[in-house]
């Protein structure tokens, strides 16, 4: 029985495990010529024979002797140029994801992957050298016994081939091309022997054996040990168990025939590993109880497809990988030879959240709404680091398009676009106050239909703050921003928040963008919201954290990424690149779009209070968006550690339905976002440089709050206002980019003061959107007529104006003009014509734009302290049944005794009171009640009398027409 290989896996090696240095042994095999005929080869092997015949008697020097000749100088020549391309075979790349878990292996020619004998499994080191070459570590590189049989076996016509050795097989596998190491001739095998001893002579036995297990093919594309454990039972070579390793050392004999993964040849492979056990108790490796055992084994496959886990961020960071190689000096080749192994930034735990959730909404949603797919991508906002991406709810499914990276694809993203288009407007002025009126709305657009948006509600809510447009994403006030700042301001400020997919033209777009009208991916608007997240600033997305080469050198690293790799080193070659953040937006305006994204109060109207946007102990800031025909769900949100993205919807964009991005996106959105923060182990991830940013949203320097004006109570004269909440302000000009893209304080003309006006109406802005101006009372049938060529871009009239601004040259002249409030409007013409008709449906006080002149002022009241206005019904309304007039009849103390309601039309020619007289005066209250059910269809006027002191018309309001229909 032979004894154990004198190995470090068993005992010190002998004394006699080495043969002596080369000094020692001349060279003395003659060169052969190239080609001879055969009968000359055949004595030249005849003659090589008995020069081995003698060796066998004379010892193993005899043979080193004559077969290191001139011969073997330049066969050894031939070995010394194949050792370095040894060190350089082709390796694969393994792409891991943060913690070191294997994603996928880049394979170009096959799998391998270089380990160390440490790193490889005893039972597979003593099972190869049992059936490939027991007498390894005694032999001098051949088995010269073997040799002279197969010799014999060859001039005999006798072949039973074998007679390689360990050292053979691998000069033959690194030194030959196929066809040679293919070729059966003299002159082959001699080349082989010479080169085996002379690599005797340079390389220990152990590094011998390990650069044959790192060489050697097993089948399957996996070249070495440690890619023949990985495909065939998903493990490391150091992990083999016995039966593993006693199957695997049997197939290199025949990969091709001897594959475990065919079950047409799993009894010939099972029959094999048999042979290798046997010639292991054999050779006193292991006992034969030992064998039995291994061989009874249940043996447990890996799934023979290559494994690609996390499919379309692990293609993502290939990718990235592949565009990084220039910058690193490397061929795009290397990527598939060069044996790089790639930390990825994936946390897996967020990546099974995000596609465990993301497939479980689908399942639940499918039937009733065709929604069939769902993409999520998760970032580290201050270092821009990929920390999940879910391109499909499934990768392998053709049906939905599975293979598709929507994360990747430019979708339109309806309302979650309107945080860019308000942050582009605070920089042009715009505040979290100001007031944006949502009412009807018709734009002319040349060469076009009118545009006409709505609200998803279908309804309009008047003047809102942009705090409450933006929370309830309303869709009017948006537009009507969009139309004040411009489009290519919205398309340049997307683009310095890293959105490439939109066009810079703004012609090749209309007011719909602020809708979604454009095409934006799921990642880029992932960035572009971690840019409010970042307090202002962009930081390019980033998959990789950490490059290392087969030498266990550092080729790249991100923040730090290689800390704690096992054995990776910094070298004179390493690239170390830290996370490289541009200031792109006023911090201040980032804190404030925060603050209205996370502020549940204020979208409640319009989401609810417990809708899945609200995530009850962790500050979040988050925005859905439907577009039309419900073909995209969307929800972006954010703390200040973390981005989440959700895409709801058909890659084939066809329309889903009944769902929007509040039920469709954002239970995705809650529960990854909830998730991560009830996860430890993720929230590790989260931190950068060490630590997680502090959560609570903090207002940097530069803000102050002003407490607004509730705009209800902005009415027909009222000269307060009754206060409502704290709005945030910036106390001095936004920072905007220069010419050199570095944030400046703007030079914009509306943030540069200016004088009072010492001629015309004084407007005084008492807070956003509040102002107080002197105004006047006017008739409005009497002011019809300055505005009665007045129509807006549907052909719709100017409703006549109830007040002229007094200029200041004439205030003391007009005895009944006194300072009141106003709600402003925007400097569109056409979008005053609809603010002012809902205004005084509603008795709000619009700010007027008619200058009062001469006749203006004759034509208003005379008596100072005496008002009376009909607010509703509006100027020219068609009336039904009974309705409430309401409006403003007021006066002083002692000037009047009552009010009553008058009415005049088709059924009363003249003046006839309707209604009960009041004692009572009322500010924008109801005045009476008017009834028209039962009445002559036809125009009728109303009209409020004061009753003076003396019983006679004191004062009577400005007629106010309506239509009766009869009904």
């Not at 390019?540 to 790249?556: A, F, G, K, M, Q």
């Not at 007289?917 to 009209?943: D, E, H, K």
């Amino acid at each position: 029985m032979r004894p154990n290989p004198p190995s470090r896996y068993n005992d010190t090696p002998s004394a006699n495990s080495r043969v002596p240095p080369p000094a020692q042994m001349p060279y003395m095999l003659q060169r052969l010529p190239r080609r001879r005929p055969w009968h000359l080869w055949l004595l030249g092997c005849a003659v090589l024979l008995g020069s081995l015949m003698i060796s066998t008697l004379c010892g193993g020097i005899v043979v080193v002797n004559a077969i290191l000749s001139d011969f073997g100088e330049q066969v050894v020549g031939k070995l010394e140029a194949a050792l370095p391309k040894q060190a350089q075979l082709f390796q694969t790349a393994r792409i891991l994801d943060r913690h070191g878990n294997e994603l996928y292996q880049l394979i170009g020619e096959g799998r391998r992957t270089k380990v160390r004998l440490s790193e490889i499994s005893p039972y597979l080191i003593k099972a190869t050298i049992a059936v490939e070459d027991a007498s390894f570590y005694e032999n001098i590189g051949i088995d010269v016994s073997a040799i002279l049989r197969a010799g014999l076996g060859y001039f005999s016509g006798n072949e039973s081939g074998g007679g390689s050795t360990i050292t053979q097989q691998l000069v033959r596998n690194i030194a030959f091309d196929y066809q040679y190491r293919t070729e059966r001739s003299a002159r082959r095998k001699l080349e082989e022997i010479a080169m085996a001893v002379a690599l005797t002579q340079r390389k220990s036995k152990d590094e011998i054996l390990e650069m044959y297990l790192n060489t050697i093919y097993y089948g399957n594309v996996a070249y070495g040990i440690e890619a023949a454990a990985q495909t065939y039972f998903g493990k490391r070579a150091a992990e083999l168990s016995l039966a593993e390793a006693a199957l695997l050392a049997g197939l290199p004999q025949a990969p091709a025939a001897l594959n475990p993964f065919d079950s047409r040849a799993l009894d010939a492979v099972l029959a094999r590993r048999r042979v290798v056990l046997d010639l292991m108790v054999k050779n006193g490796m292991i006992t034969s109880a030992e064998a039995e055992a291994a061989a009874a084994q249940p043996l447990i496959f890996a799934d023979p497809n290559v494994r690609l886990n996390a499919p379309h961020f692990t293609l993502y960071a290939e990718q990235e990988v592949r565009n990084l190689l220039p910058a690193l000096n490397l061929p795009e080749t290397y990527l598939t030879f060069g044996g790089l192994t790639i930390y990825t930034t994936l946390d897996p735990r967020l990546q099974a959240l995000a596609e465990r959730v993301a497939a479980t909404q689908i399942a639940q949603i499918k039937a009733q709404h065709n929604a069939n797919n769902a993409a999520v991508v998760v970032l580290k906002p201050a270092t821009g680091e990929i920390l999940a991406m879910v391109g499909s709810v499934d990768y392998r499914d053709d049906s939905i398009d599975g293979r598709v990276n929507v994360t990747l694809a430019p979708r339109q993203p309806g309302s979650a676009i309107k945080p860019l288009t308000y942050a582009a407007a605070m920089e042009r002025g715009f505040s979290a106050g100001s007031v944006l009126w949502d009412v009807e709305t018709h734009i002319g657009v040349p060469g076009s239909r009118l545009y006409s948006p709505v609200n998803y509600d279908r309804t309009f809510h008047g003047p809102v703050r942009l705090r409450d447009a933006l929370a309830n994403s309303y869709n009017i006030p948006a537009v009507l921003t969009l139309r004040q700042i411009g489009v290519d301001a919205l398309l340049s400020f997307s683009a310095r928040l890293g959105i490439r997919s939109l066009e810079p033209d703004p012609s090749r777009y209309g007011l719909s963008l602020t809708l979604g009208g454009g095409e934006v991916t799921p990642l880029e608007l992932a960035r572009a919201y971690a840019v409010f997240a970042n307090d202002g600033k962009l930081t390019p997305t980033t998959s990789i954290l950490c490059i290392v080469n087969s030498e266990d050198e550092i080729v790249y690293e991100y923040e730090g990424g290689c800390a704690g790799r096992a054995r990776a080193a910094v070298s004179e070659r390493s690239i170390l690149n830290a996370a490289s953040s541009k200031a792109v937006l006023d911090p201040r305006i980032a804190f404030v779009i925060s603050d209205i994204l996370a502020d549940n109060a204020a979208r409640t109207p319009s989401m609810g209070a417990r809708s899945p946007l609200r995530t009850d102990g962790i500050v979040s800031s988050v925005k859905t968006g439907t577009t039309d025909n419900f073909r995209d769900n969307w929800t972006v949100g954010y703390t200040r550690n973390v981005v989440v993205a959700v895409w709801v919807g058909n890659s084939d964009n066809t329309p889903m339905r009944n769902i929007t991005g509040l039920t469709g996106a954002a239970p995705i959105w809650n529960q990854v976002i909830t998730g991560i923060y009830a996860d430890p182990s993720i929230l590790e991830s989260l931190k950068a440089r060490g630590r997680l940013r502090p959560e609570a949203l903090t207002a940097p320097a530069g803000l102050i709050q002003e407490r607004l004006c509730l705009l209800s109570s902005v009415t027909d004269l009222a000269v307060d206002c009754q206060r409502g909440r704290a709005e945030w302000k910036l106390d001095s000009p936004p920072l905007v980019p220069n010419a050199s893209g570095q944030l400046v304080p703007s030079t914009d003309w509306r943030f540069v003061p200016t004088p009072l006006p010492a001629n015309g109406p004084l407007i005084e802005r008492i807070e956003s959107g509040v102002v107080r101006a002197l105004a006047q009372p006017v008739d409005p049938n009497f002011a019809a007529a300055y505005v009665a060529n007045v129509r807006s871009a549907r052909g719709d009239p100017m409703p006549p104006p109830r007040y002229c601004l007094v200029p200041q040259e004439v205030r003391a002249q007009v005895l009944g003009a006194q300072p009141l409030l106003f709600i402003d409007i925007s400097p569109f013409e056409d979008e005053y014509i609809y603010a002012s008709a809902y205004a005084y449906a509603r008795g709000l006080a619009i700010l007027p734009r008619l200058v009062c002149d001469q006749q203006l002022l004759a034509a208003a009241p005379a008596i100072s302290g005496v008002t009376a206005i009909i607010s509703s019904p509006s100027y020219g309304a068609t009336v039904t049944g009974t309705v409430y007039v309401t409006g403003t009849a007021a006066w002083a103390p002692g000037q009047a005794l009552y009010f009553k309601m008058e009415l005049q039309g088709p059924q009363f020619p003249e003046w006839t009171t309707f209604s009960e007289v009041s004692y009572t005066p009322v500010i924008n209250g109801v005045l009476g009640n008017f009834g028209a059910t039962g009445l002559i269809p036809g125009t009728y006027q109303l009209r409020i009398v004061i009753v003076g002191m003396d019983a006679n018309y004191l004062h009577i309001s400005p007629p106010t027409p309506v239509i009766v229909t009869g009904q």
